[in-house]
């Protein structure tokens, strides 16, 4: 695996991507960081993210079919190029604000928040769509893990230091280390050299139109469709966790951001760890196997923190969530680009983020409306509940096959000889 990686690194296209991602996850790591821990210090703050997480979830699963849209129709390059400027401009302006007034306002810290939200939402699937463009077939899987790995090192090196930024530093001090990690990403994406894999003259068609036929797509192939599915869940999870666990340090442990901090650095590793074995796991014991495997660990991990409320425990857990859901993401990663279709893969990734969202906004809004009642840790348990819900979906499609198949067109299902895929 280890070969495979300096393999991948020593094509240029690739290296230029997964540079540019390492410092967007470090800037926006740190970033990510500081606007829940500064969030839950004001009045009502626990409710304010919450909800705030549930209201930017709802709004992207209405923007997602736009979203793919742009994904599938214009040049990969340039929607993340105007994302990565995008946000430079943004952070430039919140500095200039609160330089102006003297203070950091709500307001601040949620249209940063919100922004992120939004724009990476386009920027990820626009990358991903742009490094299966860009990268020989061959190389998907270390590609993939290689990207997990760049991801989590960010991570690490984001929580490590962000951890005492948070504590020494202003806001607006924090946002200018993102709008120069954001800058520096600009210029080294711009420097890639990308021709359009073939002309996208499509017939137009509404936004709306296109998500139904990333369903359209899939409904010939319901085991694929059930899997894929499934391997989203412990994202979900892990995203009202994020809302959780500066709660969780604050009032249950009752540390502050160096613990919190520590924490990020701990499931960096376990995601570490997860791109460096997944592809050799997967290899040898195929998909479903792996997509049990690591989701039954990311429930076993989320269920201590309510179990064992505890610092050194909380390292574990998060370490293990790590590896549980970058496991589940790297396997799905391979999954999809060997068998969707460059062409319908926007559409495809679509479906799946709406439905994704729409959970997402459920959950997280239930999810603090049972705060101020069941208390932080309890709700840890939901988490656990969503991976038995996902690792019985795998379970169920677990007879799903992962080969290439042939390029076809949206709403011409690919049957195979039992008439699923």
């Known amino acids: 695996m280890l070969l495979k990686m300096v393999t991948i690194w020593s094509d240029p296209k690739a290296r230029l991507i997964l540079t540019a991602n390492f410092l967007l996850v470090v800037g926006a790591g740190i970033t990510f960081m500081a606007v829940p821990w500064l969030l839950i210090q004001r009045q009502h703050g626990n409710a304010i993210l919450g909800y705030c997480n549930a209201g930017v979830a709802l709004l992207i699963l209405f923007l997602l079919p736009y979203f793919g849209k ?5 040049s990969r390059k340039r929607v993340v190029l105007i994302y990565l ?3 430079v401009v943004l952070d430039a302006l919140i500095v200039a604000v609160i330089l102006g007034q003297g203070s950091t306002k709500i307001w601040e810290l949620l ?21 299966q463009e860009v990268i020989a077939p061959e190389r998907y899987e270390s590609l993939s893990g290689a990207i997990e790995i760049q991801w989590q090192a960010g991570s690490m090196f984001a929580g490590a230091l962000g951890a005492w930024l948070i504590a020494v530093i202003p806001f607006w001090s924090v946002l200018c280390i993102d709008a120069a990690a954001y800058l520096s990403a600009f210029f080294i994406m711009s420097r890639l050299q990308y021709q359009r894999a073939q002309e996208r003259s499509m017939a137009p068609a509404s936004a709306w139109t296109m998500m139904v036929e990333g369903l359209q797509y899939l409904r010939g192939r319901p085991r694929l469709s059930v899997v894929m599915l499934a391997s989203f869940l412990p994202f979900v999870a892990i995203m009202v966790g994020n809302f959780l666990s500066p709660i969780f340090v604050r009032e249950v442990l009752q540390q502050g951001p160096q613990i919190y901090g520590v924490g990020e650095v701990s499931y960096a590793v376990g995601a570490t760890l997860a791109g460096l074995t997944i592809p050799a796991i997967n290899a040898r014991i195929g998909l479903v ?13 989320a269920s201590l923190n309510p179990i064992a409320p505890m610092a050194t425990v909380f390292f574990v857990s998060f370490a293990l969530q790590g590896w549980g859901n970058a496991g589940s993401r790297v396997a799905r990663t391979i999954l999809v680009l060997k068998t969707v279709p460059n062409g319908v893969v926007g559409r495809v990734n679509l479906f799946y983020s709406a439905f994704e969202r729409l959970l997402r906004s459920t959950t997280l ?10 208390g932080v840790a309890n709700a840890y348990w939901v988490l656990a509940v969503i991976a038995v819900a996902a690792w019985f979906m795998v379970w169920s499609g677990r007879h799903v096959r992962a080969y290439p198949v042939e390029t076809v067109s949206v709403g011409e299902p690919l049957m195979s000889s039992d008439g699923q895929q």
């Open 365 to 374: 809004a239930l999810v603090t409306a049972m705060l101020p009642t069941w």
């Open 85 to 87: 400027g995008s946000a």
């Open 289 to 301: 196997p792996t997509l049990l495997c690591t989701i039954a660990v990311y429930g076993l991990a």
């Open 70 to 74: 742009i994904v599938d129709r214009y």
């Open 111 to 131: 249209t940063v928040f919100c922004f992120g939200s939004l724009g990476a939402s386009v920027y990820y699937p626009a990358q991903f769509a742009l490094s």
